[in-house]
């Protein structure tokens, strides 16, 4: 099984930055990682997505288009590890933000992840 453990949420003022990290275990060899989130009263999000391939070459990245150029996610320097950088936060930003992980096949890691995270709290004022 793979277990998911996130951290980095809290209180930041219109404009800070957050960096959120997601540590996956017991993952494959190559993985979709992703960030989602879900603010009250609507729907979950996905926010970044990443592939992390075995040749970093054929590493493929999605954003939300809410996020772009404001939110980087990345791998981490331990293994099956990802983090978000969160810039220029906004008020709309506020959420619980989950990390989600699945075993990759090829690049596409839009939907059908199979473990999730408890979630942290993003609160943007």
């Known amino acids: 099984d793979v277990q998911l453990v996130e951290s980095g949420g809290g209180s930041v003022q219109t404009g800070g930055s957050l960096r959120l990290t997601c540590v996956a275990s017991?993952?494959?060899?190559?993985?979709?990682m992703g960030w989602f989130r879900q603010a009250p009263g609507k729907e979950r999000e996905a926010v970044a997505t990443?592939?992390?391939?075995?040749?970093?070459?054929?590493?493929?990245?999605y954003y939300a288009s809410s996020v772009k150029g404001r939110f980087t996610i990345s791998p981490g320097n331990a293994t099956n590890t990802v983090s978000l950088q969160m810039n220029s936060l906004r008020p709309e930003d506020t959420a619980m933000y989950y990390c989600a992980a699945r075993r990759a096949f090829d690049g596409a890691c839009a939907a059908n992840y199979d473990y999730w995270g408890q979630g942290t709290q993003v609160t943007v004022s």
């Open positions: 990443i592939y992390i391939a075995f040749h970093p070459e054929d590493q493929r990245t």
């Open positions: 017991g993952a494959a060899a190559s993985i979709c």
